[in-house]
């Protein structure tokens, strides 16, 4: 509701506006997370791996992995 008021006041994108924004992305983000640990937590949080090997040019690590993760969720990589 504070956001959907600096909105309309503000003339451009200030940083009230701006930092209200950030915050409210951040909030929800963290809300769906907490819905969704229960049941996906577990890729969740190999995707956020994932996404900081990318960032740091590390795939290959995460490759190598790859067999040993199959094993241990009981499944058969191809």
Known sequence: MMLGVLMERAVEE???VEG???L???RTQEFIEE???PGFG??????????ALAER???ERLRGEEGERAQDDGLHSP
């Open 14 to 16: 200030s940083k009230e």
């Open 20 to 22: 209200f924004q950030q």
């Open 24 to 26: 409210l992305n951040a």
């Open 35 to 37: 819905l969704l640990a």
């Open 42 to 51: 577990g890729m969740i949080a190999f995707v956020k791996e994932a996404e």
């Open 57 to 59: 040019g590390q795939l």
